[in-house]
């Protein structure tokens, strides 16, 4: 299967998708609905897979489920550091949040290139930014990702009594019957400008605490 438009991500992740859907009782012939793709992609995932491919098994995925959101929040919490291969790697060496943060960003392209990872801070926060760099994405995976980032920030600083919560803000509307009750530690606003995660600035220079990669 070639990539189209050289927009792509690690199969690492379609892996990730076959198996969490496999736990949910949704079959593969679900996963790959309205794809030219076939079982294969399931099967025997090229290294690179295209950016069309995944936001289709993931479309696929979470409408299948009964309540989407509820899927896509236990789906970004389960993305452990292993599935980020070289990133992964990379992030287990940091010893502060600063430096988890600024490796993500050095790295983050080698993992998929269809988002860009900017990092901005002023005196108050630090906003870890997903740039897409197509006009259409999947909203599902924007929630995930940012998701993921917010659960990885709260295990590498568990041993700290923090003052303030992270924020993730999304650029989509409110969906509704959204379930408000799996978030907890953290707040989510929608209608923003951009989809990120915003960190308070006085956690960056904290000493982490070490994480498994499984």
């Known amino acids: 299967m070639q990539v189209k438009n050289n927009l792509f991500l690690s199969n690492d ?7 969490f859907a496999l736990s949910k009782g949704i079959t ?3 996963l790959v609905d309205d794809l030219d793709v076939g079982l294969d992609v399931l099967l025997n995932p090229p290294q ?5 491919t995944f936001h289709k098994l993931g479309f696929n995925l979470f409408n299948a489920l009964k309540n989407p959101y509820e899927g896509v929040i236990e789906f970004g919490q389960g993305m452990v550091l292993s599935l980020h291969g070289s990133l992964g790697i990379a992030i287990q060496g940091a010893s502060s949040l600063n430096e988890v943060v600024r490796l993500a960003v050095k790295y983050y392209l080698t993992r998929a290139n269809f988002r860009i990872m900017e990092l901005l801070e002023n005196e108050d926060f630090c906003r870890v930014r997903l740039t897409e760099v197509q006009t259409e994405y999947d909203n599902f995976f924007s ?6 980032f917010e659960y990885l920030v709260a295990k590498f600083l ?3 009594e923090l003052k303030g919560s992270c924020m993730i803000n999304l650029k989509a509307s409110e969906p509704e019957k959204f379930p408000w009750s799996l978030v907890k530690g953290y707040e989510i606003k929608f209608n923003q400008a951009y989809n990120e995660l915003v960190v308070p600035i006085q956690w960056m220079n904290l000493p982490i605490n070490p994480i498994d990669l499984a």
């Open 13 to 19: 992740y379609i892996v990730y998708i076959r198996d």
């Open 28 to 30: 593969a012939k679900t």
């Open 48 to 52: 690179r897979v295209s950016a069309r």
């Open 143 to 148: 929630l995930a990702e940012l998701v993921s």
């Open 158 to 160: 568990s041993h700290h």
